[in-house]
Every structure is written in C-alpha cells, then in structure tokens.
C-alpha cells in the first residue's frame, strides 16, 4: 500500500508513511493533555490504508526511550496515550503507530512473527532506543539478529540538520562539520549502533528522503512549531 518499503518488507506486512497531505498532530485541549486522533484524521487514514482503525492506539511520545511490548490486545488498549517512543508487538491486525516531523520513524519486522516501530529523534538515538528495540524482540519474541529487518523513514538528513557543537560528544562519528557548521547525520548514527549489534548493511534500507528538503512531507526544521506531523503505521497481516 505505500511503495516506499514495497521491496524490502514481505507482503506479510503492512507499512504506510504519510505526507503533506494530512496533518496528523495529537490535537491537545490543555498544554498537558493530548488527544487520541481526530475522526477525520481517523477517516483520512483509514481511505489510505484500508485498515479499520477505529481502535487505533497512539502513543504520546517524550524524546526517551520507554519502549512497550504488546502481546495482547489488552495491552494494547492499555497503551493508549502512555508516554513512550516506541513499541513492539506479535500480534497480527494491531496496527502500530508514531508521529514524526524530522525524527525518524524505525520500522522493524522479524520473520519469527514480530515487528516494531520506533520514533528516533537525536535524544533517543543518543539512549539507543532502537537497540533496545531490537534487544526486546529477540529476547521476548525470539527475533533473529542475522534475520532481523530495519527500515528508516523519511527524516531530516544532514544536508539540513545543523547542530551544536555539543553533538561532537553525542555523536562523534556522525557530526560533521561543513560550511563551517556542525551537522548531525540521524540516519548513519541509528545505521551504525545496528550494525555495532551485528547486523549487516542488507538488513538495512533506508527510503533516503529529506524531510526538510522534500516539500511533500512535514519538517519541524523547515516549518517551525506551526509543523505538522506525518504519521508511520505498521502491522502484522494474517
Ligand atoms: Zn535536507
């Protein structure tokens, strides 16, 4: 159904990546407290994947990385706006969701009957968030390290994310400097920590689209706080 990952996930599972086209933001009725989705966010996404979503469950994401592990559909409902980044799951039909605008969303998929899908932002990249994630599956759901499948979504990519001096220390390897400014490369420093697990670059494909250069999706870096959210949803098909 999204083309994006057509390739690289088996028709066993189900990805979607949203645009522009449709603001996805939790819509909030205090600053403390957000919302489930709108029913016409619910409806756009339902004419755009053809998944019932009436239950959908979303997360209210923090920059940390409390990831959950859904093995049940009580658990499931259970995680209805918890603060977390990330989730995983062996269930099949429970479609997984985050919300990114530059941050990038981690799809992860093992053919023991697993998935997961992570919002990495530079915070939980700098707590590894995504390794957690692909500790959890194997340990919980007896994923494969040398199986295992990791895709990363559009985010902001180098070229556009300038940084701080500081993200020397973050991210040594992966701040470079040009122009005379420091740039953060998200996409090589997630790479690298799953290929510091052991993985190979063939477990790995990356989409390769800039959030901030590709005017068909949203970017906080681009759009300020007025920025709309994309949201990535992934699910286990029978
Ligand atoms: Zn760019």
Not at 102 to 114: Q, S, T, W
Not at 134 to 148: E, G, K, S, T, Y
Request: glycine letters at 6%.
């Amino acid at each position: 159904m999204n083309p994006l990952f057509k390739q690289f996930f088996p028709p066993t599972v189900v990805t979607f990546i949203s645009d522009s086209t449709m603001d996805y933001t939790l819509k909030m009725d205090n600053p403390r407290q957000e919302l489930p989705l709108t029913l016409e966010q619910k409806e756009r996404l339902f004419q755009q994947t053809d998944i019932p979503i009436q239950k959908l469950v979303n997360l209210v994401q923090v920059h940390q990385d409390r990831i959950l592990s859904i093995s049940s559909p009580q658990q499931y409902t259970q995680a209805s706006l918890q603060e977390a980044d990330g989730w995983i799951t062996n269930l099949k039909n429970v479609p997984l969701v985050v919300r990114t605008a530059d941050c990038l969303p981690v799809f992860l998929f093992d053919e023991a009957g697993c998935i997961g899908l992570i919002h990495a932002g530079w915070r939980g990249t700098k707590l590894k968030i995504v390794t957690q994630a692909v500790d959890m599956m194997v340990r919980q759901f007896h994923a494969d390290l040398a199986r295992i499948q990791v895709g990363f979504g559009p985010a902001i990519h180098q070229c556009c994310y300038e940084v701080g001096e500081e993200f020397v220390q973050h991210f040594p390897q992966e701040t470079v400097k040009f122009n005379g400014r420091y740039h953060l490369d998200l996409v090589a420093a997630n790479r690298n920590q799953l290929l510091q697990l052991g993985l190979k670059q063939t477990q790995i494909f990356d989409v390769d689209i800039c959030t901030c250069c590709d005017h068909n999706y949203f970017s906080y870096r681009r759009e300020g706080p007025k920025a709309g959210r994309m949201i990535s949803l992934m699910m286990l098909k029978n």
